[in-house]
């Protein structure tokens, strides 16, 4: 089952900003470590940013540091990913998961929900 829902992507220019929010229904959110993930075309599905439990800390990877912020609401079930300063090398299908692994290996824990696309032209 799938329980796990983006929204928020879109097109954008390099420059721009987006908001991606992501619903996780499947019980139990505050108990886990959040993420997002991305995959560009041709290319594997890569970390993107971790936010613990309780939102007290966080990890990106090394290409946005400093352009995105992870947040999330455990009273609402939903993680956000705040882009800005986009680059067309951020355009990807985006997903939100359920995290596990500790530094710099994180992994996906549950099903994959559809994705948001975000298309950043130059």
């Known amino acids: 089952q799938v329980h796990l829902a983006e929204s928020g992507g879109g097109l954008v220019q390099a420059g721009g900003s987006l908001r991606l929010s992501c619903e996780d229904s499947?019980?139990?959110?505050?108990?886990?470590?959040m993420g997002w993930f991305r995959q560009a075309p041709g290319k594997e599905r890569e970390f993107v940013a971790r936010?613990?439990?309780?939102?007290?800390?966080?990890a990106y990877v090394d290409s946005v540091k400093g352009r995105f912020t992870i947040s999330r609401d455990n009273v609402k079930n939903m993680v956000y990913l705040q882009m800005d300063s986009l680059k067309p090398e951020d355009t990807a299908v985006y997903y939100c998961n359920r995290v596990g692994g500790s530094p710099p290996n994180y992994y996906a824990m549950d099903n994959w929900g559809k994705g948001t696309l975000v298309t950043v032209s130059s």
């Open positions: 936010i613990s439990w309780s939102g007290t800390n966080t």
């Open positions: 499947g019980g139990s959110f505050s108990f886990y470590a």
